[in-house]
């Protein structure tokens, strides 16, 4: 359906870069990834990385990608603690092993399970990786962290409500180049304000640089330069559509950026006006295509409608997200109605839904699945429509190829000293 090789302009990028070591396409019998090694310059191959979330499943996999792609590099996965306590509830708990993926069956009478996440990591990434235990939510410590890297991914989500760009101003403080997975609109804007300082401190940094939004806006840029190019109309209107079943294999962050956008009103475009619309509204049952099919999508504030608007000139845009199995949907809908928008903008009670929820997510997730599809629809004034779409079985994959992808174009100094989003410059390219 799709082939997983996009052109990324972010900021100047010039060239395909960093898709075009994978490729995936959910038409084909085998339903794989193509892995391809990816050759840097030999002044930039031995870089050293810090993932900060990186124990997580976004940043997790990232450095699983940038390994795999680049074995050279040096990566640093860094989180706030070492150890994880899980608590086993007294029932049979059905969970996955993530390194080799075997399903495993244990038996649990209200216990605790201690895990060295660090650890685990390392071992999978091999001997060109460490552990650093950082707070971005301290200075020093991320000071310290940011010592002697080359480049800092920022994965230690979720971003909505979160005042500073803390990681970006130590980044660009320490002169060093920057990538995050921003879905936030305000922490977005926020992060686009360092443009001068970062341009004075010679330091190049993306934001929003994930799958979607990342990839998605990449899609969209690709998009309206292919009706401009042709000079027979002009872009009119551009619709995101996103689907991931289940909670993508995302876990706790992924369900916690959920909520606290349910507590966020829309903000969409339409015909150059910006209009407010209540959040997971709006349904409409779009066609993925073979491998996902119909799935009904539901509006959500996301920081792609407002880039996309401004940078690639678009008069009307708008974003839609589903889920599946259709009961998650449903629950979406109802905790709009039934929880104060107060409610979901506390992050700290946010944490306590996300808790309370989780363990169902996760039962849900092994048999939903974690496939992915983005769908973006161009209108242009001359009537004709253009359409893009991906799809992966696995988020947690693709979501890590997607990063990596950006993290290369950094690394290779095709991205200028700036703050930039992932379409910026592609109308240059």
Same mark, same amino acid.
């Given at each position: 359906?799709?082939?997983?090789?996009?052109?990324?302009?972010?900021?100047?990028?010039?060239?395909?870069?960093?898709? /075009?070591?994978?490729?995936?396409?959910?038409?084909?019998?085998?339903?794989?990834?193509?892995?391809?090694?990816?050759? *840097?310059?030999?002044?930039?191959?031995?870089?050293?990385?810090?993932? *900060?979330?990186?124990?997580?499943?976004?940043? /997790?996999?990232?450095?699983?990608?940038? &390994?795999?792609?680049?074995?050279?590099? @040096?990566?640093?996965?860094?989180?706030?603690?070492?150890?994880?306590?899980?608590?086993?509830?007294?029932?049979?708990?059905?969970?996955?092993?993530?390194?080799?993926?075997?399903?495993?069956?244990?038996?649990?009478?209200?216990?605790?399970?201690?895990?060295?996440? /660090?650890?685990?990591?390392?071992?999978?990434?091999?001997?060109?990786?460490?552990?650093?235990?950082?707070?971005?939510?301290?200075?020093?410590?991320?000071?310290?962290?940011?010592?002697?890297?080359?480049?800092?991914?920022?994965?230690?989500?979720?971003?909505?409500?979160?005042?500073?760009?803390?990681?970006?101003?130590?980044?660009?403080?320490?002169?060093?180049?920057?990538?995050?997975?921003?879905?936030?609109?305000?922490?977005?804007?926020?992060?686009?304000?360092?443009?001068?300082?970062?341009?004075?401190?010679?330091?190049?940094?993306?934001?929003?640089?994930?799958?979607?939004?990342?990839? &998605?806006?990449?899609?969209?840029?690709?998009?309206?330069?292919?009706?401009?190019?042709?000079?027979?109309?002009?872009?009119?209107?551009?619709?995101?559509?996103?689907?991931?079943?289940?909670?993508?294999?995302?876990?706790?962050?992924?369900?916690?950026?959920?909520?606290?956008?349910?507590?966020?009103?829309?903000?969409?475009?339409?015909?150059?006006?910006?209009?407010?619309?209540?959040?997971?509204?709006?349904?409409?049952?779009?066609?993925?295509? *073979?491998?996902?099919?119909?799935?009904?999508?539901?509006?959500?504030?996301?920081?792609?409608?407002?880039?996309?608007?401004?940078?690639?000139?678009?008069?009307? +845009?708008?974003?839609?997200?589903?889920?599946?199995?259709?009961?998650?949907?449903?629950?979406?809908?109802?905790?709009?109605?039934?929880?104060?928008?107060?409610?979901?903008?506390? @992050?700290?009670? +946010?944490?306590?839904? +996300?808790?309370?929820?989780?363990? *169902?997510?996760?039962? +849900?997730?092994?048999?939903?699945?974690?496939?992915?599809?983005?769908?973006?629809?161009?209108?242009?004034?001359?009537?004709?429509? @253009?359409?893009?779409?991906?799809?992966?079985?696995?988020?947690?994959?693709?979501?890590?190829?997607?990063?990596?992808?950006?993290?290369?174009?950094?690394?290779?100094?095709?991205?200028?000293?700036?703050?930039?989003?992932?379409?910026?410059?592609?109308?240059?390219?």
């Amino acid at each position: 359906m799709a082939r997983f090789c996009l052109q990324l302009n972010a900021g100047g990028i010039s060239r395909n870069v960093g898709m /075009g070591f994978a490729k995936e396409s959910t038409q084909a019998k085998n339903n794989s990834t193509k892995i391809e090694r990816v050759e *840097l310059p030999d002044k930039v191959k031995n870089s050293r990385i810090l993932v *900060l979330g990186g124990t997580g499943r976004v940043g /997790g996999s990232t450095a699983i990608a940038l &390994s795999k792609y680049c074995p050279d590099l @040096r990566i640093v996965i860094a989180g706030r603690n070492r150890y994880v306590c899980v608590c086993v509830y007294m029932c049979i708990c059905l969970y996955k092993r993530y390194q080799n993926e075997e399903y495993v069956l244990q038996r649990r009478c209200s216990s605790w399970i201690i895990r060295d996440k /660090g650890a685990a990591m390392v071992t999978k990434l091999g001997n060109n990786s460490e552990f650093s235990e950082v707070d971005i939510n301290d200075t020093k410590s991320l000071e310290e962290a940011l010592r002697d890297v080359d480049l800092v991914i920022h994965t230690a989500g979720p971003f909505q409500q979160t005042e500073k760009c803390t990681v970006l101003e130590a980044a660009i403080q320490n002169k060093t180049a920057y990538l995050d997975v921003c879905d936030d609109t305000s922490y977005a804007q926020r992060a686009k304000s360092y443009m001068n300082k970062a341009r004075d401190a010679n330091i190049p940094a993306i934001t929003t640089g994930g799958i979607y939004p990342g990839v &998605s806006n990449v899609m969209a840029a690709e998009l309206v330069c292919a009706a401009k190019s042709e000079n027979k109309g002009e872009p009119k209107r551009l619709r995101f559509y996103y689907y991931t079943a289940g909670s993508g294999g995302a876990g706790p962050t992924i369900l916690s950026t959920s909520f606290l956008l349910l507590g966020e009103e829309v903000v969409a475009y339409n015909k150059g006006e910006k209009i407010i619309l209540k959040p997971y509204s709006g349904m409409l049952n779009i066609d993925f295509g *073979l491998g996902i099919g119909k799935q009904d999508v539901f509006l959500l504030n996301l920081p792609e409608v407002r880039s996309v608007h401004e940078v690639l000139g678009v008069p009307t +845009v708008s974003a839609r997200f589903g889920t599946s199995p259709f009961f998650w949907n449903w629950g979406m809908v109802a905790m709009t109605y039934l929880l104060p928008a107060e409610t979901l903008r506390d @992050r700290s009670k +946010v944490q306590q839904l +996300v808790q309370l929820f989780d363990p *169902l997510v996760r039962a +849900v997730d092994e048999f939903a699945g974690e496939k992915v599809s983005m769908r973006v629809d161009l209108e242009s004034s001359d009537g004709r429509n @253009r359409i893009g779409i991906f799809s992966h079985k696995r988020l947690s994959e693709s979501v890590g190829i997607s990063t990596a992808a950006f993290a290369l174009a950094i690394l290779e100094g095709s991205t200028k000293p700036g703050v930039w989003f992932p379409e910026e410059g592609t109308m240059d390219g």
